[in-house]
């Protein structure tokens, strides 16, 4: 079946560095990716969507200044975590529209100290 | 507003009893609906799925739902519950008009006890 590979699973990072964090769809093309966020014992709440060869749509009270997405090929969609703070730490999770339904990527847990 | 309630944020059964896991949806558009099940630290593994069609709806791992439009309902369930079971659960909405973005639920903490 599809499968998304998230790279990296968990990453510590200092405060105010970036963290890029990457989905990658094997044996298909992923035009679109979801971005999601999890806090610890939450819910998924949908950051951004991101489309190949355009601009991410973000969702109402994201900073797309601070997360950035990039969708620059059909197999690779990337999230970068910019001048990174503590609230920040949070489970990050991509997703793809496949056949019918949606395929995840096993997620990133990041650490900001 | 679009929205999904899971009304049990945890749950605990015996290993081997039934199991019946509450999702209700608020949802403008004919709903897409969705189960699945998150490991601690992994992603998300779909369960099951609707779309259309046959109202009661199998799964993996022993798993069905049954969407009842008149309840909004769509309740997750198993005969038997296995220890390897306890997971997080959740249930999630979406519409084909909608972008494909899903809304989940809060979701459920499933216990098994010996």
């Known amino acids: 079946g599809a499968v998304v590979s998230q790279h990296p699973s968990r990453v510590i990072c200092k405060s105010g560095t970036s963290v890029k964090i990457e989905c990658r769809s094997l044996?298909?093309?992923?035009?679109?990716m979801f971005w999601y966020r999890q806090f610890p014992k939450q819910s998924l709440m949908l950051m951004a969507t991101?489309?190949?060869?355009?601009?991410?749509?973000?969702e109402q009270g994201v900073e797309k200044d601070k997360f950035l997405i990039n969708h620059a090929s059909l197999t690779l969609s990337t999230l970068t975590v910019t001048s990174a703070h503590p609230e920040d730490s949070s489970f990050y999770i991509c997703?793809?529209?496949?056949?019918?339904?949606?395929?995840f990527g096993s997620g990133t847990r990041l650490t900001v100290v | 507003a679009q929205s999904v309630t899971q009304p049990d944020i945890h749950i605990t059964v015996s290993e081997g009893a039934s199991l019946e896991l509450r999702c209700n949806y608020s949802?403008?558009?004919?709903?897409?609906l969705f189960w699945y099940v998150q490991s601690p630290g992994q992603g998300l593994q779909l369960l099951l799925k609707?779309?259309?069609?046959?109202?009661l709806v199998q799964g993996i791992k022993g798993f069905e739902a049954e969407f009842k439009r008149s309840q909004s309902s769509f309740n997750l369930r198993k005969p038997s519950v296995h220890w390897s079971d306890a997971a997080e659960y959740f249930c999630?909405?979406?519409?084909?008009?909608?972008?494909?973005?899903?809304?989940f639920g809060q979701g459920t903490e499933l216990s098994v006890k010996p």
């Open positions: 997703s793809a529209p496949t056949g019918g339904g949606y395929t």
């Open positions: 044996d298909f093309q992923a035009t679109t």
């Open positions: 991101s489309n190949e060869g355009s601009k991410a749509t973000y």
């Open positions: 949802y403008g558009a004919t709903p897409y």
């Open positions: 609707y779309f259309s069609g046959d109202t």
């Open positions: 999630a909405v979406g519409a084909r008009n909608q972008g494909g973005k899903l809304i």
